[in-house]
């Protein structure tokens, strides 16, 4: 099992590594703009987190969306690509992306 989580991790590394020399070539967030990437909302019970790193648990979701609604304005993400379109808002403007479609977000991420 730990050869197969490792196997795994390895390619979420690699992945991240070719998005990274790839990103010269693809779209840009305007100025200014942050986008977050949730890949899975789930309570694991896992602690080592270089097993399992792209993982947050509900509570901190949930403390992640409080802080955000103080600091910062959530927009689509096709907002936050427009060239500009940060630099006419007073706050920090983030898009919240959720990859892989896991069921997890509507029982954990939803409610938040």
Same mark, same amino acid.
């Given at each position: 099992? #730990?050869?197969? $989580? ?7 590394? =690699? =992945? ?18 942050? $986008?977050?990437? /949730? ?6 019970? $896992? ?8 993982? $947050? ?12 609604? #103080? ?8 907002? =936050?690509?427009?060239?500009? /379109? ?22 954990? =991420?939803?409610?938040?």
């Amino acid at each position: 099992m #730990k050869g197969k $989580i490792f196997l795994k991790h390895a390619v979420k590394h =690699a =992945a991240g590594l070719a998005a990274v020399a790839l990103s010269p070539l693809t779209v840009r967030a305007g100025q200014g703009a942050c $986008i977050l990437m /949730y890949h899975r909302v789930a309570d694991t019970g $896992i602690f080592d987190h270089s097993l399992d790193d792209w993982n $947050i648990s509900p509570t901190q979701l949930q403390k992640h969306f409080e802080w955000l609604s #103080k600091h910062a304005e959530c927009v689509p993400l096709g907002d =936050a690509l427009k060239p500009g /379109y940060s630099g006419t808002r007073s706050k920090p403007v983030v898009a919240l992306t959720f990859d892989d479609g896991f069921a997890n977000f509507s029982q954990n =991420a939803l409610p938040c």
